[in-house]
């Protein structure tokens, strides 16, 4: 996994809530038997018409909208437990997910593909809709080490929090299961005395 | 002491603790399929590494497969080199798998239970969210991404945060043509589909303990539509019996049921949150828009809510606020998918039809979950009345339940589903689905359109 560094970058808004990953990836996508390419395919159906032409109401269409944040409305990413959708929005250019509420499932896909899910509340949400709504080149700035989302220009700061483990492992780009491979032996002796009904 | 059900298995799996939060869960049974565990297969080889404990893992070939002709090569070529791969990926890793033309291939939530891989007390995960399903023989089944799949084949274990917890008491005795189904489409309604995220939900009360296996297996199995990590229900006598025609499984027959009768949730053990609901209170549901949260009783009408994603989602559905569903002609009727393709799933829909001729213009398909439902189908003649009402009957897999695999509902077309999830596109680009119990579901067959189970059986 790579190291999570500070970012600085537009950000791209969905206000829309419930965003299932049947939509971040529609399941016919899914045939792949590697981790590269999904980006293509990312909210396919929202994306293109049946004729696979750009949908120009679309944000992903839009030129004004660029940057490595999406931020979408609340339970982002609930439904299937498909990675595909962490692969896809990263394999894209995304780095940063920013929503008031995050499905669990893709969110620990999320940490496990260095890709950061930040939970804010209802109301920042709500800001930070607002300020690309009237300015789409709002710069906006990701520390993972102070555990802050800022916005410089519109005096916006937000603290958000992230489980230590999980900070330690995108900073350090450390790999979870090379940790638990490590960790085999430990796990084989609990094996021997774990008894299943 | 004052545990919960899922303290007490909990416990009894954390191998570390890493942090204050994180610990190392050991994992008594991993299921595989074919579209979340290619990449971590790849993960294995890339880092050098062995399964750890090949006795634990069991695959199964159910998202691509074709339902038609099962017996020949799959004809789609993406589809096909899926599933070889996980064919070829369980033969150089040595893992047991039922593939396609396994006699016990199915569903993976289907096949777990039917086999007796699904025992009270153990810890149960697969790529696939729905692994929820076996929470109804009171143990700890959750979804995982592909990374996960990774750690569990690599160590046995997952590095896991201890989910909050949630209990939900449905009290009280079901209304004739009120189902499991129904109990779980009308609990999603009232909390939503983000009610319960973060939490682990305990289904508790008369109405549950009331329910059949496979009724419980179909609450539990759409608990992550709401959000839940998981769904359980305390074993009992039931959940033995069934239990008791798959001994062979069991290591030592005796102590495990001694311990499966003690696990219950202390009568002192808090929640992070409980809700009530009142069993007379629930009536056939049916879902209009395009999440399994909206979701009315089938003589109401669609609510006049508006916002942006309520209007997306009638805009797509081809609905409109305040309209009531009963009587609008539907296109086709898919029974199947991991909520309701059991056997009891077959034969209540059986037993509704019999003698009775489905709608001219609806094409009805019955897939059941496993090629073992599907013999029994055929065993007690279920298969005969269905097909004698012009169902189809195919053979098992996810089939229609996701735009996957060939069986898909055309652009534009609404389909009454007995599966989980309406999501946009899910049973194909445009596919309009609306959620309900296999009764309602069959009573729409044979109408051709939305009818109120209660009102045709009194007829
Ligand atoms: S039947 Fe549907 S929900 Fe169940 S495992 Fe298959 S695709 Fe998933």
Not at chain 2, 175 to 199: E, F, R
Not at chain 2, 306 to 318: A, P, R, T, W
Not at chain 2, 397 to 426: H, Q, W
Request: glycine residues 8%; charged residues 25%.
């Amino acid at each position: 996994m790579k190291k999570f560094t500070n970012i600085s970058s537009q950000a791209v808004p969905i206000p829309m809530e419930d965003i299932d990953t049947d939509q971040i990836i529609p399941a016919r996508f899914l045939k792949s038997t590697s981790r590269a390419g999904f980006g293509a395919n990312l909210f396919r159906d929202w994306r293109y018409d049946q004729n696979d032409q750009p949908k120009k109401d679309f944000v992903l269409n839009n030129d004004t909208y660029s940057g490595s944040i999406l931020v979408c409305g609340k339970n982002f990413g609930c439904g299937s437990s498909r990675e595909h959708a962490a692969w896809a929005l990263g394999d894209y250019g995304f780095r940063v997910v920013v929503s008031s509420f995050f499905a669990d499932i893709f969110k620990n896909n999320a940490l496990n593909n260095g890709l950061l899910p930040i939970t804010v509340s209802q109301e920042q949400l709500h800001t930070i809709f607002k300020i690309i709504e009237s300015d789409a080149a709002a710069t906006f700035d990701v520390s993972l080490i102070n555990q802050k989302f800022t916005c410089p220009s519109e005096q916006l700061t937000i603290d958000f929090s992230i489980d230590p483990f999980k900070k330690t492992c995108l900073l350090e780009g450390m790999d979870t299961i090379d940790f638990l491979i490590s960790k085999r032996e430990t796990i084989r002796e609990f094996e021997s005395r774990h008894l299943v009904y | 002491m004052n545990q919960t059900i899922f303290d007490k298995i909990w416990d009894r799996h954390v191998v570390e603790k890493i942090d204050d939060k994180q610990v190392i869960l050991y994992i008594d049974q991993h299921f595989i399929h074919e579209v979340t565990s290619p990449q971590a297969f790849e993960g294995l080889r890339k880092r050098k590494v062995s399964v750890f404990n090949k006795e634990r893992t069991l695959g199964t070939a159910d998202h691509n497969v074709p339902t038609l002709n099962q017996d020949q090569p799959i004809k789609d070529p993406l589809s096909k080199k899926q599933v070889d791969q996980l064919t070829n990926n369980c033969e150089e890793f040595d893992v047991k798998l039922y593939d396609l033309v396994h006699p016990k291939q199915g569903i993976v939530h289907v096949i777990g239970p039917e086999q007796g891989l699904t025992r009270p007390g153990m810890t149960i995960v697969c790529g696939d969210s729905h692994t929820s399903t076996h929470g109804a023989f009171g143990c700890i089944a959750f979804g995982i991404g592909t990374s996960e799949v990774e750690q569990v084949l690599a160590s046995q274990s997952v590095l896991q945060v201890k989910p909050k917890q949630m209990r939900i008491n449905i009290n009280g005795t079901l209304y004739p043509g009120v189902g499991a189904k129904d109990v779980i489409l009308y609990i999603i309604s009232k909390l939503g589909v983000g009610g319960a995220t973060g939490h682990f939900v305990e289904y508790a009360g008369s109405t549950i303990e009331n329910m059949s296996m496979e009724g419980r297996m179909t609450v539990c199995n759409m608990s992550i539509e709401m959000g839940a990590r998981g769904g359980l229900i305390a074993p009992d006598k039931k959940t033995i019996d069934y239990l008791s025609t798959r001994k062979d499984k069991v290591k030592d027959w005796e102590l495990s049921t001694e311990y499966w009768n003690g696990l219950k949730t202390d009568s002192t053990a808090s929640f992070d949150a409980e809700y009530n609901f009142d069993a007379a209170k629930i009536a056939p549901m049916i879902t209009y828009g395009t999440n399994p949260g909206m979701g009315i009783k089938i003589d109401q009408s669609i609510p006049e809510l508006s916002g942006e994603s309520f209007e997306k989602s009638l805009n797509y559905m081809g609905l409109a606020p305040g309209q009531n569903l009963l009587n609008m002609p539907i296109d086709y009727v898919f029974i199947g998918s991991c909520t309701n393709s059991r056997i009891e799933d077959l034969r209540e829909v059986a037993q509704f039809v019999k003698g009775k001729k489905k709608a001219k213009d609806v094409f009805v398909f019955v897939v059941p979950g496993s090629q073992e439902v599907s013999r029994q189908a055929k065993e007690e003649g279920l298969d005969k009345i269905l097909e004698e009402a012009g169902f189809e009957m195919r053979g098992a897999g996810c089939s229609a339940c996701l735009g996957m695999n060939e069986d898909k509902i055309p652009a534009g077309k609404y389909c009454v589903s007995t599966s989980n999830r309406n999501f946009e596109g899910r049973q194909g680009p445009g596919a309009r689905t609306l959620l309900v119990s296999p009764l309602t579901a069959a009573a729409a067959a044979i109408a051709g359109k939305i009818v109120d189970v209660r009102k045709v059986e009194m007829a």
